[in-house]
Structure formats: structure tokens, C-alpha cells
């Protein structure tokens, strides 16, 4: 099936993947996760709410992890150019049948959230409130120094409808993996707003669940450092895979679960694509190098669990793609 | 003097620096040390010409390496996002008395030739002959692994004016120098076109003069292994600089000179800078840990030497800034 | 069973692992994978054998290549203190039983040629013909940088014999891993004369074999980039194990094999064991951080596949170890 | 001058550098340096002292901080092989006109210390109480993760005469720096007891001072994060120099300096001299790369200033050898 062609004058103008709402069932638990041992600052918290950025980020924050019930993603979040590029989206949104709202958000300038036709809850602002960054505070910096996040990747059960909406709100194609033959079919797509791989990609199967959201870090030894203290500190088990090298998007990756399960990518080295001429890059679903430079297969976890948003039914996917499963 | 207003809506859309043109002496020799030492990759070379491009690289060139009696810089290159931005550049120059040219230049789509009001000699294309990228092709990486070009510094003899002028062309400030004081004047200043700190900065000095020209490097291990080849082959005279942190633009950074005296920095650590809101940081001319974040002061060779633009005279600057020099 | 006790003052004094001869069977493909690829340099070769040393090492070699019609391990070489050990080893080769002989072999000065009781064929020399060394010729570092030989490996089908025979040596016991209980038995083990964790080590399996030898480089970054190398050069079903941190050691390691199979340890970061009081670190066979710290075990391939020595049979072990393999 | 003959035989046996007692002026300052910025570990403390290790060290300290109303160094500390080499060095003392006593030393075996001719206070011990080491408690990690004591530097008065006297003793000369000419004198001399560069260094110049003492670290991506944490928390003028690469050991390093003065050495990278026909290393004293590999020359504090130790008083040098000094 055909790779969706880019859209150059979208009807908003999404800036990037900006900040990701988490349902977690051990509010303690998480915190101690992701600022002791990743190495995020928290910014605020109360009894039902921590607010955490990268120290990169002069927002306030990126990551929201909220106490609940049930494990879930939230809200994904996306920075829009302006406030009037909220109003389009509104409209747009309305023009496609899609309900929308405008809520307050704390810390969020005028927030909209809407739930994509397969079922992806987002948010969009235009702004947020600002904290001085903590680029040059390294006597503060923890953990694996998380520097910025970078996207978010989710399963999608209607994969070829799901990239083809992205793109027309202006994501842009990089690359895509595909099965062999005529009649291939995407089976994973990366799309950017920002210029480098991706802002969102979507990997096809029982969706709509978040699969992964990712920090970007300087160095891949900051990675093997990770690597070294969960070892060392009762997170042995919450390694899933990684340090790799992904073929796609020639990332230095590994990946983390949290203590609620939600997965963690953290990941460098990835290269630019704002130019008018950028070509997508495919990749046989069969070529080993793809999912790791380096050939090492996936565990079977990274291919079937994923967060399932909290809102939303899961479904399955509209086909089974033929991947390479270290079982 | 006031920091310029980011202009959202420039008459044309610059997408970001793309390839600088150099007037060399010793063809052979430069070729040597860009490509041996350096690291990059020669994409095609004749007897009066070398064209070299960083791994990462679709288009056919970053940097061109043109034989010449006197050593100079030719043109800064830049890629603009589309055809009929070319035409609408044009269009903008002619109503800004700026005389331009339509040229061919081998490898490039259409290329529009002009000097700035200040001297500097520009080039833009929205299209090059693309190359297959080498990112991937690990087996032939060479020397400190230059990934991307990433920006230009030039010397301005009237800085705020030029400053003034590339904001009208949408520049972006992120980071700046200033005296310190109600009268203060900017001395140095780095603005951006694709959302990291800069694809071109501007400092205070004679003028019109390219100080450097940057190629992005994956870590700092890469820059530190550059020191050691070039101490260890001949090249110890051409490491003028570092390695440092700059506290500007938080790069790890180290400055090297090619044979003709052309000055490469190669860099990484930066930040993005996309979000609308994104405001830039201002630097006390007097704060060393500006230049370097560990304090120590660049050499004097540093602040006054730089190439010439080939066509043109260098004018002394309209003031001299205090800057700590390592004497 | 008891890990064997240091002998401080053993019959003759052997201060490290030297080097290694292995039989290749194709001659040009086995140097070009250590001099292209891995980055050892080729300081002389005919068209029956290849010496190669690393950037550290000032004597000749660190591995000759032999060429064979059977690929095998020939002789694992050791360095003694001076030509008066020589003679002491051969007196306790003698009464031990063990024949011995001195041979001249190129570039090496009076060499001792021995069989061990368990199969092990050894070679000792007190000098070597000396090179100037590489190490500060940065411009000639190539592959992943290997800086000198580290230790051998090998597959002891007698384990227990075998430890407490090095032991007798003067080989100290740093590491090892035992079966749980009071009747557990030590399945592997680590052992040192320089000074670090192993000159030599010995794991539980068919023997005798040699399992790898192991290059010490400077960074995990090196390791990383030969992954990237390889695997974009034609050598991705070479890349076995890794990188990944062993318990054991604390090494960060991979292990790739060489075009007969040879496996060959890239690896970093151990620790000194000088002390006269330094003890053992003992490891439960059931510890999935002992393989490696990050929690991943290695494949079968890594477990059952070594290089037989060339004139010996290779017997079935005295015991099965239960250990934890990827399947 | 002659550069001493290696003694294989030494009259008794030193196994390696160990610790080093410093009197400093503000404990709290002192211990907030070192445990906070540097990152050694505090084993022990009470109101008069404070006992830190390095990650890797399963003795008790390898730095003691003694609260003192003058800044100065007590002791280098060294570990000797048994406690009959405590009294062979007692009685080699002895007979050599030393002064020496053997006294209680908190967490230390039988300690015997003593102030060699030319005012060097040392101690030796067999054994220290040890504790479970941290190597592999990576969560533990903090600073620049230093994880051994590696050497001391001292300026000596009477430079021959000085490392003679060690050669006796068994030190092992690796590199020498010398003045040129057939009179030339030797003007600083690297010498070891482990088997790597150095245990103990020598500077011409006033003494006897300790110049620095030196702690091992992983890599020198290690050192560039202790340089932008200094750089960030206060520690900006206590970075004396570098980050670089020396060309005497091959050492990436970086000096700083704790609130005292004392300086502090953080390294990586040098090689091994364990061989029986290892040759020491002769640099011209004019050769840049001897100081910096890059041709950085080294700021006059570094050549200048050293710690006195507590007892002794500081003679002038015998000679001045002419260095490059950065002024």
C-alpha cells in the first residue's frame, strides 16, 4: 500500500510531540521510577499529580503522571505554533466529526483535547508555563540525563488509515517498514513535525495502545550507565531490550518498563529531515537489521504489550505482520 | 541595543545552512585534511574542484573545495524550502536594492547568487543531486565522524544591522553577547532557521569574514579522538582550540584550522528551539563561562583571525568589544 | 568443592598472558577481519602466517595466524619474568611429568613448548623481539582500537583439576561461579598473574578448548561502533554476544567470532587484584546477573562452540552445570 | 644524568600506592568536595577526620582528610605484600640511617611510618579493613564515578638523588622527561610498583611537596561531566587544567584543585609495564606532547604550586629546568 505523500500546508501547525499524561496505579512508586533511577526533575507535585521535564525543556513539564485505578495512557500532547493554530484545529477537527474541547490544564496555556478517529487521546496548547532549563545545571543532572522528549510510538489497529490522517495534519514520512511483494502492506510507520525521525510513529497491532514514549539522551554511554544502575538497584526485571542499535532511524535505543509497565525508550543519535526533498527510507519487514542494526530479534513483550489509553476499547489489528520474535 | 523580534512570516523560507564554498591554495592538501583527518567523504573531485559531504548527508555536498590563488571564502550556502521561494528571495532583494543572479552550479538545483548588504556572499537552492546517506554504512567512517554541517559564524563589522537584516530574513535569536550596562551592545549573536541553536551567528569584528563553519559530531569521544589524530600526524599547529563546553549554545566544541587557515569547529550537545515562545538567553559580555563554560579564555588568534570573502573588502567593526583573550 | 588457595611463591613466574596462535584456514579472510575490521595491525606476514599486535603492545605479536587445513587453537603463549623461569618451568615440567621442549620460533626469544596434563598447549618465552609502539600514534588507530591482549578462555572438561593445577602455577583465583549447596561445584573460574581479574580463565565444558581470547580496549564507545561495523560490512552473523556488562568482571564485553569460528572478546573496565589480601568473589551459578549484570543470557552457541587445540582430543565433561541459555 | 637500572629484587616489596593522609582546613568544605563534586565514597567520619574510597577499593579509605589549622599532607600511603616486608623495610630503614616507627593507624594493620631522606612522609601497611566493594553498585555511583587511587606526584628538591633512592626501593622507571644535550639532566620521572606508569612521580622543583595525587576513572567522558559540574556549582576556579591528553603516560586527565589547594588528579587510559624488558621512556623537556599531546602548555600555577608537608620544610630545587609555561 502506498506510502502517504507529505503535506507541506497542513490544516494546523503542529510544532512536536510535547509532553505525555500517564495513569499510574503507585504514585510513589512511578516518581521514584522516573526521577531517582531515569533521572527527570521534578518540577511540581501534590497527592494526586507529579509534574516532571528533562533538563533540556524550559516548559514546565513533559511527563504528567496521574494516581488512578488503573494503569493507562492519558493524554499524548503535541505543541501547536499558536494559538490560532488552535482555533484551526478546532475546526478541523469539527469539520471531521471529531468532538474536541477546550479545558484548563495546569501549568498549559488554552488546551484542546480530542480523541482521534481510531482512538488516540490527544491534547494541544500553544504554550505552557516556563522554568529556567537546567541545560547547564549539570551538578543537578541525574540518572541517564534525560535532555529532551523526543516522540511517541503507538499500536494502531487500522495502520494504513492511521498514518494516512497524520498525514494530512502535516506529519511527515521517514521511514516505514513493509512487507515484501505488490501487495505489501506498511506495518510500521515514523513521522516528524520537528525535522529529525520522528514526532509519532505507529507500529500495527492491537490498538489504540501507547506502545512507547522516549527521552532523548547526549550519549549511548549514558544508556549503558542506565543499564548498570537498574541492574544494581532492583530494576533487573524492567529492563526489556536493549542497548541497540535500531536500523530505523539509527538510534542507540533501550528500552525501560516502569513500575506500572509503561514503556520507556531512551535514545540518541538520530539525524535531520527538514528538507523539501527528504525521501522516506523503506525497510523489508524480513531484514533483520531493521529492528536492531546489529541483528539481535525483539523479545516477544516489546511486539504485544503496550498501554492501553484509558478511555479507550482495544482492537485488534486488521492484519498479522510477520515479525521476528526472540522467543 | 534591543534584541531583534523573531519574524514568524519571512518573505521567503530559508530552510537551513546547507554547504559553504572555500577558495583554497593546495587542492591536494585540503582534500587531505578534510577528508584523512577530518573525516569526510569526497563525493567528487576534478583538478580544480573536491565536493565532500558528513555521513548523514543526502545531498551531494556540504562542503567544495575550489583551487585558487588566494585562500578565501567563496559563498555560504543555504537551502531554502522550495522553487518559488527561490523566486520570492529574488523578488526580495530586488525590492531591498540588493543586486542577485540566477547561476548553475554543478550538483545543485537552481542557485541564486547574492551579496548581502554587509558583504557577505550568499548562495541559495532548493534542491541537490541527492547521494545515498552513508549513516549507516559504519565500515566507512573516517576520522572524528562529521555527521551534518550545522552552522556558520561570521565576523560583522556593523553587528546590529546585520543581525537586524537576517531577522527580517527570519533568523531566529536563541543566544547573544552583550556589554553590560543600559547602553550595552550586543557583541556576538546566534540565530537559527531549523529549531536548534543556529545555523548562523554573527560576532563583532572586521568585517565582512567567515570565523567558522561547523560540522555536527556524534559525542565529545569524537572530538577528543580528532585531538589526538591531528597531535600525533602532523597537525598540532592546527588545533587551535579546545576541547571546551562552550556556555553558549551548551556545545562541546573543539576549533581546528585547515591548511589555508580556514577555521572548522566540530560540535555537538546543542538544544531545539522551535517552540514559538522560545526566547533567547543573553550572556553578560563578561561572564567567562560564555566562551567556556570552565572558564578558560579562547587564544587571540581566536577573536581576530578569519577568511575574507573573495570579492570583497574587510571594513574595520563600528566598535571593539572587551573580550577576555588568553595571552 | 574448595576454591583453591594462592600460592604466593610458585615454581616459576609467569607474569601474564602473552599471545596466541590459532590455525586459520583461509589466510587472507582471517587478516582481514583482524586488521580491517577488528583493528589489530599487521606487523609482519608471509604467505603461511600473519603476526598482529595491538596499539599498547611493544612486542611483536599478540596473534599469529597460521595457515591450516583445520582450523584449531595451536598454542596459548605465555610471558615469564626471565630466561632463569624458563629453565625453573622446565624443571617442573619435568618432575611433573609433562614433556617439554625449547623451540626457536620467529621473532620470539628461547621458547618453551609444553602440554599441560588436561591438554592445554602452552607456549613461555621471557622476551620478544620489540616494536616501537603505537600507542600515541593515534592517526594509525583503526577498528575498535584493541589496545593489547587481555586473557584466554578456555573449556576445561576437568575443571577442578584444572584450577587447582594453575593454581600450583601461581594463578590467583579472582571470580568464580559454584553450584548452590554444600556439594556445589565450581563451574567456572577466573584467575590472574598481572595483576587484573584473568590471565586465564576456565569454564565447565567439552575441553580442552579455547573459548575466546579477549583484547582490552579503551571505551564501551569503541564496542559499540565495531557492532556498527560489522554489521554494516558483511560480518552481522559474526556478532554472537553483547555488548552487554558482565557480573562477573564487570566487564563490558561483546564477543564476535572470526571467519573459522575463533570467538574473540572485545572488552574494558575490570579491576585491580594486586592485594595479598584480596579474596574471591564467589558467584551463584543461578545468578542471571553473573553472565551479564543486565540480566541477558547468552546464547547456546556462546555456551557449546570453542576452538579444539590442534594435536588434542576433546573429552565430554566431567559434569553438566545447569546454566541459563537464550533459546 | 643516568636513568636508575630497574632492581628485580627489592629489599622489601611495595605493591602499589595506597592512600594519602591530608590535613585540610575546613573539614566540611573538604568533605563536600570530594564526597559531592569528585564522588568518592565517605566510609567513615567523625568530628577530626573523614575516611573516603573509590568505588572499586575494598580497603577501607584511600583518602583521610584530618581537620588541621594548616593545610598541608601527612602522609602518602603505600600497601606493602606482608607483614615480613613490613619489617624488612623497618630494618632497611635502619640500616640506612631512617627514622621509623611503627604505629596504630585507625581501620589499618601494623603501620609503619617513617620520612625518607629528602622529606617524603610515608607509611606502609600490609592490610586494611576491608569492605564489600561497590563496583557493581552502580546506583551508587556519584561525581565522575572515580574508581581507584592510582598514583602520587611529588616535586622533589634533589630530583636524582630522590628517584634513585626509590629505584632501590624497587620503583620501576616507565617515561623520564630530560633536558637535552649530553649533561642533561632528568627533570621529572614517572615510576611504578603495579605494573601500569606510575605509583609515584617525581617534579624537579621546590620540595619536599605533594604536586598531586590521582584517582583512576572509567573514561573521559567521566572527566568532561566533572568539568561542566564544576563549572555549575560554585567549583569554576578550582578547574586548574585540561581536560587533555598527556603525552607522558598516554593519560586522558584533568586537574583540579579541592579547597585547600591540594591538587587533584582525575585520569584514564594509561598501559601496562609488567615486563621483564619493559624500557623507560625518554621525552625532550622541549617536546610539547610531553605536557599535552595537543601542545597545550600547562598554566604556572600548575608548575608552582604543591602541598608542604606537614613536618618538612621546603628547600629550593637543585636546578630549574626551563618548561613551557602558559603565563
Given amino acids: 500500500m502506498p506510502a502517504p505523500i507529505h503535506v507541506f500546508d497542513p490544516p494546523f501547525n503542529i510544532l512536536r510531540a510535547s509532553h505525555v499524561v500517564l495513569d499510574v496505579t503507585d504514585l510513589a ?19 494526586d499529580t507529579v509534574y516532571l521535564r528533562a533538563v533540556e525543556e524550559h516548559q514546565h513539564h513533559s511527563l504528567v503522571l496521574r494516581k488512578a485505578a488503573i494503569a493507562g495512557c492519558h493524554r499524548l500532547g503535541f505543541r501547536v505554533a499558536s494559538e490560532d493554530d488552535l482555533d484551526k484545529a478546532g475546526a478541523f477537527f469539527a469539520a471531521n466529526g471529531i468532538t474536541y474541547s477546550f ?31 537546567l541545560l547547564r545545571r549539570f551538578d543537578l543532572y541525574k540518572g541517564c540525563h534525560p535532555q529532551r522528549l523526543d516522540h511517541f510510538n503507538v499500536f494502531a489497529a487500522e495502520l494504513q488509515d492511521t498514518i494516512d490522517f ?65 541492574a544494581s538497584s532492583g530494576y533487573l526485571a524492567n529492563l526489556e531490550r536493549g542497548p541497540g542499535r535500531h536500523g530505523i532511524s539509527n538510534a542507540f535505543f533501550l ?43 525483539a523479545p516477544r513483550s516489546w511486539f504485544e504489550q503496550g498501554s492501553a489509553f484509558n478511555e479507550q476499547a482495544v482492537r485488534e489489528p486488521l492484519f498479522v505482520a510477520d515479525v521476528t520474535i526472540a522467543d
Fill in 166 to 230: 497524520y498525514a494530512r495534519l502535516g506529519f511527515r514520512l521517514t521511514e516505514y517498514a513493509e512487507e515484501d511483494g505488490d501487495a505489501g502492506r506498511i506495518a510500521a510507520a515514523w513521522m516528524h513535525r520537528k525535522g529529525n525521525v520522528h514526532d509519532l510513529a505507529f507500529t500495527n497491532g492491537k490498538g489504540p495502545r501507547l506502545h512507547h514514549f522516549a527521552y532523548w539522551v547526549p550519549t549511548a554511554m549514558n544508556i549503558v550507565h542506565l543499564c548498570d544502575v537498574m
Fill in 103 to 133: 479545558v484548563a490544564r495546569p501549568f498549559q496555556g488554552r488546551t484542546l483535547q480530542a480523541t482521534d478517529p481510531f482512538g488516540f487521546q490527544l491534547e494541544l496548547c500553544a504554550s505552557m508555563e516556563k522554568r529556567p532549563h
Fill in 29 to 47: 512508586a512511578s516518581r521514584k521510577f522516573y526521577e531517582d533511577i531515569v533521572g527527570l526533575h521534578v518540577e511540581d507535585a501534590d497527592s
Fill in 255 to 297: 528500552y525501560v518498563r516502569d513500575p506500572d509497565g509503561h514503556r520507556l525508550e531512551l535514545y540518541t543519535c538520530d539525524y535531520q529531515t527538514m528538507d523539501s526533498d527528504h525521501e522516506p527510507l523503506r525497510w523489508s519487514l524480513k531484514d533483520p537489521r531493521r529492528q536492531t542494526l546489529w541483528g539481535a530479534p
